[in-house]
């Protein structure tokens, strides 16, 4: 258990909507990164979150966007979901930026 | 470019040691990491190089060398718990870099 919570565990929903996935960082820590895994593959970062600031952004469209709260936890928004969206997603939580420790993720199934 | 190289699969034996090569080029580097995922959970954290050597906790060491862009994971003792994805992942600027993970089966 590494204190990180994600919410749904598990999601479907049909191409072209829109999906707000959650996360809750572990106590004490600032920084939230999220990650999307496909299967088969490993985690690919999505963007990261420092004290409610955007603080880097991988290789992802704009319509992947994220929110950190004062209470630093943080939302992954996806808008117009396509099929290859698909996968689970993870949020990593950390304080120096160094180890990162991973909730359990969403599975997100786009049909 | 981003480039990070394991071998997609390996088998081993209960009882036996392994070792899992990582080899990297990145446009930065702050240190590398080992993680170990069962499927549909979470990777967790196993290690984190940051300098060149071993470093060996329990069971498991892991090893760095920054001038040839190469880690491995050595896994001793295997039990069949072990049987897992191996992630290898370079840590730069906040952010972490994956290879695509080696599938570990360890068989009685």
């Known amino acids: 258990e590494t204190g990180v919570t994600q919410s749904p565990t598990h999601l479907i929903k049909t191409r072209g909507q829109q999906v707000t996935l959650r996360c809750s960082s572990q106590?004490?820590?600032?920084?939230v990164s999220w990650y999307q895994q496909a299967l088969g593959q490993g985690p690919q970062f999505i963007f990261q979150?420092?004290?409610?600031?955007?603080?880097g952004r991988g290789n992802f469209p704009p319509r992947f966007s994220g929110l950190q709260f004062p209470n630093y936890s943080s939302e992954l928004n996806v808008n117009a979901l396509e099929l290859d969206d698909s996968a689970l997603y993870l949020c990593?939580?950390?304080?120096?930026?160094?180890?990162?420790?991973f909730g359990p993720g969403t599975r997100l199934t786009v049909t | 470019g981003q480039n990070i190289d394991q071998p997609t699969e390996m088998t081993a034996t209960e009882g036996a040691i392994v070792q899992i090569n990582c080899t990297y080029q990145?446009?930065?580097?702050?240190?590398l990491f080992w993680y170990q995922q069962h499927a549909g959970e979470a990777p967790t954290f196993l290690s984190y190089?940051?300098?060149?050597g071993l470093e060996e906790k329990g069971r498991f060491s892991s090893f760095l060398s920054r001038s040839k862009g190469y880690s491995y994971l050595l896994l001793k003792e295997l039990q069949m718990k072990d049987s897992a994805s191996y992630l290898c992942?370079?840590?730069?600027?906040?952010?972490?870099?994956f290879g695509q993970g080696t599938e570990l089966s360890v068989k009685p």
């Open positions: 106590s004490g820590h600032n920084t």
């Open positions: 992942a370079v840590h730069q600027g906040g952010k972490l870099i």
């Open positions: 190089n940051v300098l060149d």
């Open positions: 979150y420092y004290r409610e600031e955007e603080n």
């Open positions: 990593a939580s950390s304080s120096t930026g160094h180890e990162q420790y």
């Open positions: 990145t446009s930065g580097f702050n240190g």
